[in-house]
Structures are given as structure tokens and as C-alpha cells.
């Protein structure tokens, strides 16, 4: 075959990830190639092919100067080595290296101009493939489960045996007795080689991908520039509420980001955003005025032509239709008990609606193209539904105690599969759905209990975060993967314990890898989570400040914005921390929204609304 430069860019790409200069390897993909992954014979190059191919090729070389043209063997010499006759002394350079730290130290003018080792990584988790192998030391947290960290001090360079891949330098946090890489290292569940975890953690997550296999190219040991500071470029947007209330949700209007639906529990709005160093104008669609009415759901339809909100009082609740200006266009039947879901489907006129009379929950599918008089005949289902997620334009997944159920959509609304947990008073906060395939899978979260569920693979992790998990978000998938074959997807997670786990599922083989840890900071619960659409980033809001990170390298944020002010009222809803003794609090709700093109993220917080402009001057986060 012919060897090309896409060959040889991609074995030194390979190689500067597995010795652990990551933040070369991804300056070498950003000049070169966006996903090396998706080069046809990417799936067979194998760990340490570079430095296989290398010495493969020095034996060659010693063979060739070793026989005549005529192929009689002749004596090699020093002077015939490749590297040439001076054998490469280690400890002179490590000595070299030494002194020139020395001299960077005390600003001698001798020092070289820029740093000649790679910056040691700040997080004490960064391994061989840049994800966390064990646990970083962490402020004492009032948490239900708390697990014993250690910091350990390894020597660099490692060990000197030739060909050995070091670390050139750079100090890195491992495990004891961890060795360089080798080629027949195998990956651990976290994707790092030669990595141990507990029996626990290998019973929960067997073995998973390595990262460099796992489709996506993942910057390791990448220490990026400082996080951009989003202040400059965020508008803060007074909500004018005169009773005890706050933000409690956001959407955008599909397909427009100039406007923007927020609502509490007795007000709902529309908010017109103007030209930079304009105000926003507000069209107020409801105010309950202190009547003792709640606004419990909110919902645009798909192409963004209507918004629906539901409203509660006097045991009966009724939805009312608007279009983007605030006017309203339609009215739906009223219905008995609370209607605390609204949900339409990603394509077409359906929306699911939930209703529940606190003991048992309804779900009724309501078609906007045919407008009947009163509600089609409702679905039962037993206890109270938590949450409710489309999986493709025909079925959904209802989650609740002990079960979640799965329901087809013809013309009507019907279960299909209830899938049950090996505990049935388990609450099952949170449910997202996907289709892989032909297969409609969901994926479930219990929050105090803070364990995973993919119900319709029997694949579960407990003990997935050490607090309460506060959301779980699917990750978009972009459209040029082949959804038809591909049977692996990503999904976060958040926590009242200061982060955010990427989660990797392969369907296939039912196995589910951590490939990201995300630390807000100390103390700074996730209390909300969304992805940008493409994808790209993930981001997580908390009670005063918001965080983005790029999803597939992980380690620091990309960029953060800090309210500018940290007096919060006391008037939302509170709610404690899972700890030991469950004596701190924080604000449990917080909303966070991307617009359909990823160029904006709307936070909302007490009685106000953050509007961050992604696509700002000297911005530009997502690009």
C-alpha cells in the first residue's frame, strides 16, 4: 500500500495521546484533521502502533547494514546506527533538564524563552488517556457516601528501558506501580491503560472502550488556555414578580432566538430580545395574581408556531394555545386533577399530556390537527410519573416508582413494556429516550438513590454520583452518523455533588464507561444540564454561576460566568443537600436552555434571567 501523510499524521497523533501530550495532539488535529477517527483504517491501528512500527523498522535498518549486496553477512558498527554512534545518555539530560528548571525558577537571563517540559495537569485524574482513573482530593462534603482519596507523588520519565514510552518530563498523578504503556496494555473501564479499579467499580463497569476506539477523538492530559469569561457578553433580564416565586423554566422558540418563554410557578412569559443595548421587551401571557392558580407546564410546538401552557386551580386544569406574539389562538378542553407535562413529539401534531389526582397519573395524547372537543380517552398508570421522554416520533417512556413504561403511538396511546427495577419503591426521577437503530432505548435516573437505568438493556449503576443527581441529558448526535448501525450514544449526568459525569453506552456488548468527571468547583452543586445541539458542549448551571465544557475533551471548562451578584432570595424552593446529616441547603431548581443554534444559553436563576451570547466578540466557545 501507499503510505500517505494522513498514515503518518495519524500514528503521531495516536502516539502523543498515549504518552500523554495531550494538548499537542489536539493542536496537531485542529491543523490537520477535525476527527482522525473517521479515517477508514483508524479501527485498525492498535495501542503504540508508532513506536511498534519504529522499532520494527530500526531492526530492518540494523539487518540492512549488517549484509552486502550480495547478502553475505558483514560486521555493524556503532557508526552505522540510525541515531548515530553516540548511545543516548538519560541521566545527563535528566540533569540538563534539572538545571534548566533551576535557572526558569530563579528568572536567570540563561533560561530558555519558553518551557521545555509539558505543564503538569491540575486535576490530580488526569491519566495516560486523560480521564479519571481515581478520585481527586475534595473539600468535605455532607454527602451519603464518601470515598477515601489519595494523591500520588511518581517520579517523571519513569522507567528509562528503551523504547519505553515516558512522560518526557511532566509530572503526573497515578496509581502506585503503574508502568509506561506497553503494547499489550489493555484499557480499564475509564479507557486508561494499565489501570486498576475496585472489584466494585469492575463488577459495575466491566471493561470499556479504550477512547481512542470509541469513535470520537478525545484530547487527553489537555490543559487549555484560562476559561473564557462570559460576563461581557451576557444580559441580565429582571423578572418583575412581586410575589414569592422565581424562575422555574426556559425555552426558546424553535428556530428563533430572539424569543424566549420563562415561567415560575404563577407567571409565564414571552420575552423579545433586542438588539444589543436595547431592552428586551416582555409579553406577559399569565399572572395568577395571588387567585391560588399555578402554571405547571410549559411547551412549543416543534416548528415553533404555538406555545402551550398549562394551568392548575380548583382541582381542574386547562391549557391554553399562543402564538409567538402572546396573542392566544386556541383554547384545549379543560381536564380534572393537575397537568404537570406537556410534551410534543419531535415531528408532527401530537402532544402527550400528563395529569395527575396525587394518587395515580393519566396520559392522554392530544393531535393539534384535529382539535377534538374534549380529550382522547387516557392511559392509567399507577402512582405518581415523575418524567416523560419522546424516543423517535411513536413511542415514549414514562418514568415513576419502581417502573418505567414504555407506550407506542398510533392514534392513540397505549403501553407496551414496564420495565421494573429490582427495587420497587425506587423513584425514577428522570427519563431520557433515544432510537438506536430500529430500537427505542431509555435512559433513567433515580435521584436520591443517585443510580443509572437503561431499562430497556437491563444496565444499571449505582452509586453513579455521590449525591443527588439533579438531570440527566442525552447527547445530540450529529446527523452524519449513521444512526441505522451505530449502537453507541453519550448522555451526562449532574449532581448536588459539584459535577457532571459524560457517560459512553455501548448497546451491543451493554456496557456503560465514565469518560468524563466534570468539577464545577467546591461546593457549587449542578442543579441543571444541557447540551448545545450539535453537541459540542455540555453545559451545567448552578445557584450563581454556569459552567461549559467541550464534550468530548472534558478536563476544564471552556467558559464560566459568575453572577454578578450573590445575594439570592430565599423564597424559591429549597431543598437539602443528601449528606450526613442533611444540614445544608441549596436552591434545588435552576433552568438552563440552548437556542436551536447553539449561539446563545439562557439561565434562569431567582428572578432573573441570564442571557449569554456564545458568539461573542472574542467569544467564540463553540468554535
Known amino acids: 500500500m501507499d503510505l500517505t501523510s494522513h498514515h503518518v499524521n495519524y500514528l503521531i497523533w495516536r502516539y502523543l495521546q498515549e504518552s500523554g501530550h495531550g494538548e499537542a495532539a489536539v493542536m496537531l488535529q485542529r491543523a490537520w484533521l477535525a476527527n482522525p477517527q473517521t479515517l477508514p483504517f483508524a479501527p485498525h491501528i492498535k495501542a503504540h502502533a508508532l513506536v511498534s512500527l519504529v522499532q520494527k523498522g530500526l531492526q530492518y535498518h540494523e539487518i540492512e547494514q549488517s549484509l552486502d549486496q550480495e547478502g553475505n553477512p558483514i560486521p555493524f558498527t556503532p557508526s552505522k546506527s540510525f541515531f548515530g554512534p553516540t548511545p543516548l545518555d538519560t541521566e545527563s539530560l535528566k540533569a540538563r533538564d534539572k538545571s534548566i528548571k533551576a535557572q526558569m525558577e530563579l528568572g536567570t537571563e540563561t533560561a530558555p524563552a519558553g518551557p521545555l517540559t509539558s505543564k503538569p495537569v491540575q486535576d490530580s485524574r488526569a491519566t495516560t488517556n486523560g480521564h479519571a482513573a481515581i478520585e481527586p482530593a475534595l473539600p468535605v462534603l455532607n454527602v451519603k457516601k464518601g470515598r477515601k482519596t489519595h494523591r500520588i507523588d511518581v517520579a517523571a520519565n519513569g522507567d528509562d528501558s528503551a523504547m519505553d514510552i515516558d512522560t518526557n518530563g511532566a509530572s503526573h498523578d497515578r496509581p502506585p506501580a503503574v508502568k509506561s504503556p506497553s503494547s499489550t496494555a489493555v484499557a480499564d473501564a475509564e479507557g486508561d491503560l494499565e489501570m486498576k479499579l475496585s472489584p466494585a467499580a469492575d463488577e459495575r463497569l466491566e471493561t470499556a472502550q479504550d477512547t481512542l476506539t470509541a469513535g470520537r477523538s478525545v484530547g487527553v492530559q489537555y490543559v487549555p488556555a484560562k476559561a473564557a469569561d462570559l460576563s461581557s457578553h451576557t444580559t441580565i433580564l429582571d423578572i418583575e414578580v412581586a410575589r414569592d416565586d422565581h424562575v422555574t423554566r426556559t425555552a426558546w422558540r424553535p428556530y428563533d432566538s430572539s424569543i424566549l418563554a420563562a415561567a415560575g410557578d404563577t407567571f409565564c412569559g414571552l420575552w423579545k430580545l433586542a438588539a444589543p443595548g436595547s431592552p428586551a421587551s416582555c409579553e406577559k401571557i399569565y399572572d395568577s395574581k395571588g387567585d391560588g392558580s399555578w402554571v405547571t407546564a410549559l411547551a412549543w410546538e416543534p416548528s415553533g ?319
Open 305 to 623: 408556531r404555538k406555545f402551550a401552557a398549562a394551568t392548575y386551580n380548583d382541582r381542574r386544569s386547562s391549557i391554553q394555545m399562543y402564538d409567538s406574539s402572546g396573542s392566544v389562538v386556541d383554547l384545549l378542553p379543560t381536564a380534572p386533577g393537575m397537568i404537570n407535562g406537556l410534551h410534543w413529539a419531535p415531528k408532527g401534531t401530537y402532544m402527550v399530556v400528563i395529569s395527575s389526582n396525587g394518587e395515580n397519573s393519566e396520559l392522554s395524547l392530544w393531535d393539534d390537527s384535529i382539535k377534538p372537543e374534549e380529550f382522547p380517552s387516557y392511559q392509567t398508570i399507577d402512582g405518581l410519573v415523575h418524567d416523560i421522554t419522546w424516543a423517535g416520533d411513536n413511542h415514549i417512556f414514562v418514568s415513576g416508582e419502581g417502573s418505567v413504561w414504555q407506550c407506542q403511538i398510533d392514534s392513540t396511546l397505549h403501553i407496551v413494556n414496564r420495565f421494573q427495577s429490582q427495587e420497587s419503591s425506587t423513584e425514577w426521577s428522570f427519563v431520557r429516550g433515544t432510537k438506536i437503530g430500529d430500537a427505542a432505548v431509555a435512559v433513567a435516573a433515580a435521584s436520591s438513590a443517585a443510580s443509572l437505568w437503561i431499562p430497556t438493556h437491563g444496565i444499571v449503576v449505582e452509586d453513579a454520583h455521590r449525591a443527588d443527581i439533579t438531570a440527566i441529558e442525552l447527547r445530540p448526535e450529529p446527523q452524519a452518523q449513521d444512526a441505522d448501525t451505530s449502537t453507541v450514544f453519550t448522555f451526562a449526568s449532574a449532581s448536588l455533588d459539584d459535577t457532571v459525569k459524560v457517560w459512553n453506552v455501548d448497546l451491543e456488548s451493554k456496557k456503560i464507561s465514565c469518560l468524563h468527571t466534570l468539577f464545577l468547583s467546591p461546593g457549587v452543586p449542578a442543579l441543571a444540564l444541557a447540551f448545545s445541539p450539535d453537541g459540542y458542549a455540555v453545559s451545567a448551571a448552578s445557584t450563581d454561576r454556569l459552567f461549559i465544557w467541550n464534550t468530548d475533551r472534558g478536563n476544564e471548562p471552556l467558559a464560566t460566568w459568575l453572577c454578578p451578584t450573590t445575594e439570592f432570595t430565599q423564597d424559591a424552593l429549597e431543598k437539602p443537600l443528601n449528606g450526613e446529616n442533611g444540614s445544608a441547603a441549596v436552591e434545588a431548581y435552576r433552568s438552563l436552555a440552548w437556542d436551536t443554534d447553539g449561539k446563545k444559553l439562557a439561565m434562569g436563576y431567582g428572578k432573573k434571567m441570564a442571557i449569554v451570547n456564545l458568539q461573542g466578540r472574542g467569544v467564540n466557545v463553540l468554535e
